[in-house]
């Protein structure tokens, strides 16, 4: 049997309009401590919203004149947006990690997707996250959507999950650890879920809900009633369109990130009888609207779940946040996906709202990281944070109570590094193997600061990269070698081997693998 749930995000629930209706009466008949709406003393209700793969422009509360996101843009309005938000390692499985456990990949055990011919990673049981110690402190906890974790869901009453990427359409779902097969689109299914996961709660507790969507993830399927969408215009191409890689000789291995060269495999007999610079100019204006389609259910879904939380009188004292796994190439430097520590797939869009204690309107420019988010949940919810969590709550921050805070970020992207250690030496020497494919991208690390970016590539031939993101915004020019901007450099090595030490990346690194790049 396929489980019908609310199809149309134009709809609104009768039985949450019926539920209202019950509520008002009973809130006019008693005023007490009990009332569920009251916000005195009790914590706030959490939902944490994850997309999959969206880049950081793509919201049109950054001026982005290519999209609509009216309720990405509402959730910002009504709350904060932070500018400048990181992911600390750019791939799905580790940031997910990351998000959950407060923690580097290199503490919490996934270093990347599990790609390995023989390796099967696991997130560090020891390791509490924010879910578990919000149910442990009394709040009803749920999960619905993407997990893409190599184990079950931990700390959570009700869980709704795709298994692995899951279907755009009629997915396979585990409720409960039970296998089912739902109808329709997986992003409105999945609000579908939250929202029904958000009926069921008991109003006078407080509630965490982890909202998590497939969506924009490729092969990018829009939902049907916009898969026209955009049709009517022509996207600019990137400035880096037509990059040439000519200072960052690592970058120029990455072949198989060509979108003409993997994405072409995702639209069929399409680009028959055309030139090679034809499939790349039709390429990109496909691939990258159909991204956008796909933002756009994400966006009417959130509209869905806000419009809930004002229906039930839960908007003030529920503190929502907005991000995703990692950012995303969209045809710069004539790329799709991620992992290279490049601003496109290094930012991310992060959006937080809470009506009681976080003032409307505010666009923050301070630097933020993944890391950031299950120390700033647990300290609004009362909760202590954990002295292994390696991030910084961001409620001092919006309270205006942080003395200080950091002056840059740091980058460990670590997958076949690994990877290349379950390899033989016959297996890295064959000409056929080609380590510079796609989900092959050299392991990095790295920092950036308000201006600057240093990228060490871990190998067995020394090899980085320097940026001044003011002069070159799109990391263009490696001014590793540089004279100008030598003292600046030397100083920047400093700091990172002061941050690689301070979040216990050391040791990982030297157990790598170290491949040649020349």
Not at 137 to 144: N, P, S
Not at 156 to 163: Q, V
Not at 260 to 283: C, F, H, P
Not at 461 to 470: G, I, P, S, V
Request: net charge negative; charged share 25%.
């Amino acid at each position: 049997m396929i489980p019908q749930l609310r199809s149309d995000p134009s709809l609104k629930s009768l039985t949450v309009i019926g539920l209202l209706g019950l509520l008002l009466t009973l809130a006019s008949c008693s005023s007490g401590p009990e009332d569920a709406r009251k916000s005195d003393g009790q914590p706030p209700n959490i939902i944490f919203v994850m997309t999959d793969d969206h880049t950081h422009g793509q919201m049109s509360i950054t001026d982005n004149p290519l999209i609509d996101t009216p309720n990405l843009d509402r959730l910002g309005k009504e709350g904060v947006w932070f500018k400048n938000a990181f992911c600390t390692n750019s791939l799905c499985a580790p940031a997910r990690a990351t998000i959950l456990t407060g923690t580097l990949s290199n503490v919490n055990g996934i270093l990347g997707n599990s790609e390995s011919k023989d390796r099967i990673e696991r997130l560090d049981p020891e390791l509490p996250t924010f879910p578990q110690l919000l149910q442990q402190a009394g709040y009803q906890t749920g999960i619905v959507g993407k997990w893409h974790l190599p184990h079950d869901p931990r700390g959570f009453d009700y869980s709704c999950i795709l298994p692995g990427q899951g279907l755009y359409f009629d997915p396979d779902m585990i409720e409960n650890g039970e296998r089912k097969q739902f109808k329709g689109y997986v992003t409105d299914i999945i609000t579908d879920l939250a929202l029904d996961y958000m009926d069921g709660l008991d109003k006078r507790k407080p509630f965490c809900l982890v909202y998590q969507h497939k969506g924009p993830h490729r092969p990018f399927t829009p939902a049907p009633r916009h898969k026209d969408l955009h049709s009517d215009k022509d996207f600019p191409y990137p400035e880096t369109f037509d990059d040439d890689y000519s200072t960052r000789l690592i970058a120029g291995k990455a072949a198989d990130m060509k979108f003409e060269q993997s994405i072409a495999r995702d639209y069929g007999d399409a680009l028959n009888g055309m030139t090679e610079r034809e499939k790349k100019l039709w390429l990109y204006q496909r691939f990258v609207k159909d991204h956008y389609r796909a933002v756009q259910s994400i966006d009417e879904g959130l509209g869905r779940v806000l419009d809930y939380l004002d229906e039930e009188g839960l908007s003030d004292n529920t503190l929502v946040i907005y991000t995703t796994d990692n950012g995303f190439y969209l045809g710069e430097y004539g790329w799709y996906d991620k992992r290279f520590m490049y601003e496109p797939s290094l930012r991310i869009p992060f959006l937080l709202r809470y009506p009681n204690e976080v003032s409307a309107g505010q666009v923050d420019e301070r630097m933020i990281m993944n890391i950031d988010v299950a120390p700033t949940l647990l300290d609004y919810a009362g909760i202590e944070i954990p002295e292994v969590m390696q991030g910084e709550s961001l409620k001092p921050l919006l309270s205006g109570k942080a003395a200080e805070w950091r002056d840059h970020i740091y980058y460990s992207y670590y997958e076949n590094s690994w990877t290349l250690k379950d390899f033989t030496q016959e297996d890295l020497s064959d000409p056929s193997f080609n380590f510079f494919t796609a989900h092959r991208i050299g392991p990095h690390r790295g920092i950036r600061s308000d201006r600057y970016k240093l990228i060490e590539y871990y190998s067995d031939q020394e090899y980085w990269e320097f940026f001044d993101l003011e002069t070159d915004p799109n990391e263009l020019n490696n001014r590793y070698v540089d004279s100008e901007y030598k003292d600046i450099i030397d100083r920047m090595t400093e700091q990172l081997r002061e941050t690689q030490a301070s979040y216990l990346d050391s040791d990982t690194w030297d157990s790598l693998a170290k491949p040649n790049y020349q």
